[in-house]
Structures are given as C-alpha cells and as structure tokens.
C-alpha cells in the first residue's frame, strides 16, 4: 500500500532545525537527502507513519508540505519554476500515485480535500483530526477521520462519519536511547500557552513558574506562546511606524519560560528530565490524551498527567501520577522527588509497557486495518 503523508511546520521548528544543522540557502542538499534528516530529527515522530521511518523513499512518501525549502527543492529537481506550496504538494500526490492520501493538515487546509483530484478512482484521501474544540469537527471531503481523541471517533461513527481510532506511536529509538539517563531536571513542561483552548493549562504553567521561583527545584518551561497585541497607531504601508503593545502574555511568565522546543532538541530535553507535566485543552473534558504521554513516558520520565480517563493500557498509579487540582501539584511534585528511585522505577516500568502496547509497528498496524476497512 502506497501512502502520502502530508503534515504542517510550526512556525518555530524550522528555524530551530536549520540551525541545529547548519542548513542555508548555501548548503546543497536533495529533496530526499533533506526529508530524510526532517525525519532522523525526529518532528512529530509519533506521528510519522512507521515505512516512512524505515525507509524514506519507500512505500510511503512523507513531506511537511509548506516547508518551503524542502518543498521547493522537489519542485526544482522535477524542472518546476512555481512556488506555491500547494500546487507542488498536489504535483507530488499525482506522481506518487498513492493509494492512500493521508492529511495531517486538515483543520488548517478545509479545501484540501474537496480540491484535490485523486490520482485513481480507488484512492482513499483521509485526514487526521484532533483538534479539540466543544463539537467535534467533520470535514469535508474525506473517506475517514483518524483521531486520538476516542469520544470523536464514538460521535463521528455514530453519525455516519467513518473514524478510526489511532493514537500516537512510541519509535523503540526513544527507550534505547533514553535508559540509565541522568536527569539534571527535576520538573519540565512544554508546549503552548495561548488565550484560546488553554486556560487551564495556562494556569498549570504560572503554578509551575511559580514553584520554580519559590522552592530549590529544577524547573524547566519550554513554552510556545500564542501571542495577542493591542494596536495603537498604524500607518498603512509603514509599519516601521505601527505604535502596539503586548497584551497577552505577561511579561512575569514570559521571564519565566525558554523557547519551545521540537524533534531532537526536545527529546534531549525529556531524556534529561525526572518528570514531565502534562496538560490538555480546556475542550477534553475527562477523555485525556495527546502526543505528550507517549513522548514523555517513551523517553522514560515520570508522566504527572491530568486525573481522568485515558487510552486503553495507560493506568493512573501505574504508568503515570494523577492529579486533581492545580493547587495539589506542588505536593506532588515535591513527594515524588523525595522518593526518586522508586518513582524511577515506576517511569521505567510504564516506558516498557507503554512502548510495547503503543508501538510504531501497532500503529502502523492499525493504520493498514483502517484503511482496509473503508
């Protein structure tokens, strides 16, 4: 089965990952030898289809689509001069012919679907779906929605919609490459902050900052912010002369936080951590899951996640410490450190079973069953 899978930068990552390896407009690179390290790198690996990790140029056809310096090599090495993302991003799908066209960018791309002309009439075009909002979303276009989020795929199902149940993937690299670590920091939390869908969160972080600055732990907060200013004074076409002030966030947590972190850097960042605290949107309600579970438990740190109810295997007490209330992490945190090697046993434990149930080779499992099942 031969799959295009498609997904979105975020802003950040790409700047971070030309950095970290020495990638301008003067280094030369392929198409493939540049996909291949976005994908050694390690963006969204739990979400990267297992054949695209093995191998690249195999039977899945992997792309951030609007990476412009990736995309636009494609284009150049297929004697292309355009340079609309979506044009090249179609121009690939007609040449691989897929069998399935995956889209990871559905929410931030609705036409996609309904646009696109499907390389052969048995083509399958499916998208992933977990933007958590009060109502699930049903787009457009599409033969199946996968998605993390089970109430979604019970709804979608209920109402006709095929979805299919599909939860992130924990590559095996992550607990070779994490065991016996030293973990300098005793607490982190990453990802983002923004007025919309994180008011909760938002609160857990300034808890988190403020225990920072307040007892000897080694906190660490790795925040990307969603940023709102109020505007004073614009001249069109001068914004050089544009007078506006930063309205959200505070300048107190911002002070307290580093930059986000993604892919390599980030998994660094785990690996060297005791324990990582998650948080999901105001919009889950009591279901909890999101790609932080398996990237903190796959490295091997101590998961202190949300009380509620969880994907199938994770076992509050047993792969993760639960809480209740913002106001308890404090004593939480402080309890677990004070019992570490037998905490770090418990993270140990859930990082073997917790690999093994949500494996790249299960998912990828999954993935086929789905698709056969359309």
Known sequence: MKVYQCIHKYGPHIPQFEQRHGID????????????????DGYAASYVLLPAMEDPDGSVFYTIWNYERLQRLWAREHGWKAKDLAAIRRAQIEEFQPDVVYNMSAYYDRSFAVTLPRPRSTTKVVCWNAIIEERPTALQGYDCHF???????????????????LQPGIPRTWVESS??????????????????????RNRLVDELARIRDETELNVELAVQFGFRWRTYFKVPGLPRLTVRRLIFPD?????????????????RLITQSKIVVNA??????????????????GHGALLLAEAGAYPPGFEAGRDFVPYK????????????LSDWPQKRQVAE?????????????NQWATFVRCIASL
């Open 25 to 40: 407009d003067r280094t030369e690179l392929t198409f493939k030898e540049l996909r291949r390290l976005v994908i050694e």
């Open 147 to 165: 998605s993390l989020h089970a109430p979604y795929v019970k709804e979608w199902n209920s109402q006709g919609i095929r979805a299919c149940e």
């Open 179 to 200: 065991r016996n670590a030293e973990r300098p920091i005793d607490v982190l939390f990453y990802g983002q902050y923004t007025e919309a869908m994180f008011t909760a």
């Open 251 to 267: 300048e107190w947590i911002r002070k307290r936080t580093s930059h986000p972190r993604y892919g390599s850097d980030l998994y």
């Open 280 to 297: 999901c949107t105001d919009h889950n309600r009591d279901y909890k899951s999101n790609m932080r579970l398996f990237e903190g438990i």
């Open 325 to 336: 209330s913002i106001e308890s992490l404090r004593g939480l945190l402080q309890g677990v």
């Open 349 to 361: 434990s859930a990082q073997e079973r917790i690999a093994s149930i949500y494996s790249k080779e």
